[in-house]
């Protein structure tokens, strides 16, 4: 079972950009959705957990590369605790631009 530390690591897992990785080059919005994946199926409790998420993603990845990605998903997770990372600032303007989509938007909605 993944534990909240483990929570926190897959969601910052989806910001990181698709060429980290290491030797076997990027990943791809794909892998990273199996890597997570992964992660809640193989805890750290597990005995080669690092051969049995590889095999998990159909061995697109080696053992090592997915060792690797996942001690660049700690970093990052401890980059983003500790402040290090800033939050991205957004110009009201880009929200007034969108407000007149809205109205499009709206008819494809299914409405209960």
């Known amino acids: 079972m993944a534990s909240a530390a ?9 910001s990181l950009p698709s060429s ?4 076997g080059g990027g ?16 805890d750290k409790e597990t005995p080669d957990r690092w051969h049995n ?9 080696s053992a090592d590369e997915v060792r690797r990605h996942f001690d660049h998903l700690v970093e990052d997770v401890a980059r983003i605790e500790s402040g ?13 631009s969108r407000g007149a989509d809205d109205g499009n938007r709206s008819r494809y909605l299914k409405y209960q």
């Open 6 to 14: 483990g929570s926190k690591q897959q969601q910052a897992m989806m």
């Open 20 to 23: 980290r990785g290491g030797g």
């Open 27 to 42: 990943w791809t919005q794909r892998q990273n959705k199996q890597f997570e994946c992964a992660l809640a199926v193989y």
């Open 53 to 61: 998420i590889a095999r998990y993603m159909g061995g697109a990845k």
């Open 84 to 96: 290090r990372v800033p939050f991205p600032r957004y110009s009201s303007s880009s929200s007034s």
